[in-house]
């Protein structure tokens, strides 16, 4: 008896584990004694299970052919139909195709326009300048893409658009583009437009890394007569290579379920060959006209391949550089 | 050797002034869009349509602002939209900071076992049509509730504040819990008022991402006029000529103001939309440059 307060006290205030033999009893022990802290955690985690696991429970609607108005028991199987019908969908390809091509360019610029952001901007020794340049940078990161949608349209437009305007009078166009209006720009357009948003707010984590670099290293560098360009490629650059790395990872894990935003506040009637993506696939067809079994299937097929993608990077990484992130 | 200094330093010289150069059109091209709209939302509504409005009203007026704040749509939006902003962020903050001080006591014996339960979600998601069936089987849909309830819980925020906390000296803990304090009490008592910093960037991760948010008032509430939210009812007025989002409806009164002059319209809601981020992040920079590098270290 004595020995199994001691144990609990220990436990209690170490890493120690129980020993096995008491396991069961410690841990209920346990329980009574880290009350607050189950507390304070379990709801959450309850909290946690219903909104973002129990969802998972809906995938078996992907095998069903599922009717809102029936129980679970009710719901007629269906095997692989849905997903027959998915494959075979040609709409479903071509959204595909927009997933990735707007994916991969965003996964392209989006990491190494940041990355040169950084580096660039981290010349700027301390000053005036750089702060009031970084401060201006997180500004778009911070409005929603219904506001940027707006301002992409007011930049775009025919008449007293800025972007028109500039062209023209650089004269590198005789009259105004219109741009909104042009499947085959959109994919460009959501790529800068996503830029703009987004790249002040992902240079931040490759800046602080570049203040972790050893300064000496910059100091021996001058000794050796390398200037500061020589200095960014082969000090900066190779300093903060494990924070790109990780942050590539991640972002090819996101690749298809890169989000709809932009897409959606983007597109209009003309331009949805090229601008519809997989969970707009899934809203247009799947919610909006009650076919919830087919938009299941979307969305799994979604999930699935995020979670394939995220697996393979980190695999390949861990393969390559030692880096990953699981 | 001095004609190679020499070299060195000019070429340093040119690298600078590109540096300059560059950043200061990145600035400009940033700032552009917004100073372009707020002169217009400023602009007498018909010399507008003259087009030629750069960064400088050419004719002030407020009477776009007073025709905005005269749509109830729009004082209706910013109601629910505060509304929600507040109720989310607290509940947020609430739910994340508490499980980061469980998960950060490294006696817990759940912790393990929670963390990965969290950290899994930030990796995959059930999808869209699941969560939708999921928020029609709780009546969430066509409540209030819908925008703070399901994402209370935020592992990426749970993870930055719980790194502060790994970075606080033990010490302070274990010196309470000697004095008999319990768990709960160290937490508001002694941690929380630590973490300052840190829930100063949850703050305004969680406040930002409720005001910006507009697809749920989309997809569950756009039919309760009661419950439509400020970015909803700027995007039905976007959509009037953007033809976007397919959000076109006659009998809208969004849409029949925007017919009177609907350059100016947008631009001044668009202002009244973006403004309360704007005026509030720059004070907070230096707390989410570092939370944000907490997360990323973590992460």
Redo the contacts between chains.
């Keep these: 008896m004595k020995a199994l307060t001691e144990n609990g006290v220990t436990?209690?205030?170490?890493?120690t584990p129980a020993p096995p033999t008491k396991r069961k009893s410690g841990?209920w022990k346990?329980?009574v004694q880290?009350k607050?802290?189950?507390?304070?955690?379990l709801p959450?985690?309850i909290?946690?299970?219903?909104?973002?696991?129990?969802?998972?429970?809906?995938?078996t609607?992907a095998f069903q052919n599922y009717k809102?108005a029936k129980s679970f028991g009710e719901q007629k199987w269906v095997g692989l139909d849905n997903f027959k019908e998915l494959f075979s969908d040609d709409r479903f390809y071509l959204v595909l195709r927009n997933t990735l091509a707007m994916s991969g360019l965003g996964l392209v610029f989006g990491f190494v326009v940041p990355i040169l952001?950084a580096v660039?901007?981290n010349?700027?020794k301390g000053s005036l300048?750089k702060r009031?340049?970084q401060?201006?940078?997180?500004?778009?990161h911070?409005?929603?893409?219904?506001?940027v949608?707006?301002?992409v349209?007011?930049?775009l437009a025919i008449?007293?658009g800025?972007v028109n305007d500039l062209l023209l009078w650089l004269n590198i166009i005789d009259e105004p583009i219109q741009f909104?209006a042009q499947p085959k720009m959109f994919w460009g357009i959501v790529t800068v437009s996503d830029l703009?948003k987004e790249t002040?707010w992902n240079a931040?984590?490759y800046l602080?890394a570049i203040t972790g670099i050893d300064k000496e290293l910059y100091e021996a560098a001058k000794v050796d007569?390398a200037?500061?360009?020589k200095q960014m490629f082969h000090i900066t650059l190779p300093g903060i290579r494990t924070?790109i790395t990780?942050?590539l990872i991640?972002s090819i894990?996101h690749m298809v379920?890169t989000g709809f935003?932009k897409q959606?506040?983007?597109?209009?009637?003309l331009l949805t060959d090229y601008s519809e993506v997989l969970?707009l696939y899934?809203?247009n067809y799947?919610?909006k006209i009650a076919r919830?079994s087919y938009?299941?299937a979307?969305?799994?097929f979604?999930?699935v391949v995020?979670?394939i993608l995220?697996l393979i990077a980190n695999g390949v990484s861990k393969k390559l550089t030692k880096e990953s992130?699981m | 050797m001095a004609a190679?200094a020499f070299e060195?330093k000019k070429?340093?010289r040119a690298?600078d002034i590109f540096?300059?150069i560059?950043?200061g059109i990145?600035?400009i091209?940033?700032?552009?869009?917004?100073l372009?709209?707020l002169a217009i939302s400023f602009n007498d509504s018909t010399d507008?349509v003259r087009?030629?409005?750069?960064i400088w009203p050419r004719e002030w007026t407020l009477d776009n602002y007073k025709r905005i704040f005269s749509y109830t749509g729009l004082i209706q939006g910013f109601k629910v939209s505060v509304m929600r902003t507040v109720v989310g962020t607290l509940l947020g903050l609430i739910?994340a900071s508490?499980?980061a001080?469980?998960?950060s006591?490294?006696?817990?014996?759940?912790r393990k076992l929670?963390s990965y339960?969290?950290i899994l979600?930030m990796?995959?998601?059930?999808?869209?049509?699941?969560?939708?069936?999921?928020m029609?089987d709780?009546n969430l849909i066509g409540t209030f509730w819908i925008y703070v309830?399901?994402?209370?819980?935020s592992?990426f925020n749970v993870f930055i504040i719980r790194s502060f906390m790994d970075g606080l000296p033990f010490a302070l803990q274990?010196s309470a819990k000697l004095d008999g304090a319990?768990?709960?009490k160290i937490?508001y008592k002694i941690i929380l008022p630590l973490c300052k910093p840190v829930l100063a960037t949850v703050t305004l991760f969680l406040a930002?991402g409720q005001?910006?948010?507009?697809?749920t008032t989309y997809?569950y509430n756009g039919n309760k006029s009661h419950l439509t939210t400020l970015?909803y009812e700027?995007?039905k007025v976007?959509a009037t000529t953007?033809?976007?989002?397919?959000m076109t409806n006659s009998n809208d009164l969004a849409n029949q103001m925007a017919q009177v002059s609907p350059?100016s319209i947008?631009?001044a809601i668009?202002i009244v939309?973006?403004v309360p981020?704007?005026v509030v992040?720059?004070f907070l920079?230096k707390y989410f440059?570092s939370g944000?590098?907490l997360g990323?270290v973590k992460?």
């Design positions: 436990a209690n205030e170490s890493v841990f346990s329980v880290q607050y802290l189950y507390l304070m955690s959450f985690v909290w946690v299970f219903i909104f973002s696991y129990l969802p998972l429970w809906g995938w609607m809102p952001f660039l901007l010349e700027l300048f009031t340049v401060t201006v940078s997180y500004l778009p911070f409005v929603s893409w219904v506001v949608g707006g301002l349209y007011k930049m008449e007293g800025g909104m703009w002040g931040i984590i602080a007569g200037g500061r360009i924070t990780v942050l991640m894990g379920s935003e959606f506040q983007l597109t209009n009637s969970d899934a809203l799947g919610i919830f938009g299941t979307i969305s799994m979604t999930s995020s979670v995220l992130i | 190679k060195l070429s340093e690298f540096l300059y560059f950043l990145v600035m091209v940033t700032l552009y869009p917004f372009n709209v507008t087009g030629g409005i750069t739910s508490m499980l001080f469980t998960l006591r490294p006696e817990f014996r759940a929670f339960f969290l979600t990796y995959f998601s059930g999808g869209m049509v699941p969560a939708y069936i999921l029609r709780l309830l399901p994402g209370a819980v592992a274990e319990n768990d709960f937490f930002v005001w910006n948010e507009w697809f997809l970015q700027l995007m976007l953007n033809q976007g989002s397919g350059e947008k631009m668009t939309v973006t981020i704007l992040y720059p920079q440059v944000m590098t990323a992460a």
